[in-house]
């Protein structure tokens, strides 16, 4: 019986924690319940989509002021999209930090 409510409760937690919300679609309560957005960050969030929806990341990186790549990161891993797309599916905002195998890449063409 224990491992019956474990497993529900286990199984419920995954559902919820894994639960997106899309910063054009939501609603101040949704927002508020992804960790690492409190109520002032909604605000802005909100304040920010009223001048019209946030085409990718990059646009909601530069529209809400306190959201840089390392708390977009952790947004979009508590579930926060972009057009229903997480952070590490966008575009990379620039292209700082070449990985090693592009940089073989690179030397390696004739």
């Not at 939501?26 to 319940?33: K, P, S, Y």
């Given at each position: 019986?224990?491992?019956?409510?474990?497993?529900?409760?286990?199984?419920?937690?995954?559902?919820?924690?894994?639960?997106?919300?899309?910063?054009?679609?939501?609603?101040?309560?949704?927002?508020?319940?992804?960790?690492?957005?409190?109520?002032?960050?909604?605000?802005?969030?909100?304040?920010?989509?009223k001048q019209g929806e946030f085409?990718?990341?990059?646009?909601?990186?530069?529209?809400?002021?306190?959201?840089?790549?390392?708390?977009?990161?952790?947004?979009?891993?508590?579930?926060?999209?972009?057009?229903?797309?997480?952070?590490?599916?966008?575009?990379?905002?620039?292209?700082?930090?070449?990985?090693?195998?592009?940089?073989?890449?690179?030397?390696?063409?004739?």
């Amino acid at each position: 019986m224990f491992k019956k409510i474990l497993a529900t409760t286990a199984m419920l937690f995954a559902v919820a924690s894994f639960a997106a919300v899309d910063v054009n679609k939501g609603t101040e309560a949704d927002l508020d319940g992804i960790k690492g957005v409190g109520p002032s960050m909604s605000k802005r969030i909100l304040d920010a989509r009223k001048q019209g929806e946030f085409k990718d990341w990059p646009d909601f990186m530069q529209r809400v002021k306190g959201v840089k790549e390392k708390k977009a990161a952790k947004l979009s891993s508590e579930g926060l999209t972009v057009n229903g797309k997480g952070f590490g599916d966008a575009a990379p905002a620039s292209s700082k930090g070449t990985t090693k195998s592009t940089k073989e890449a690179k030397s390696a063409k004739p």
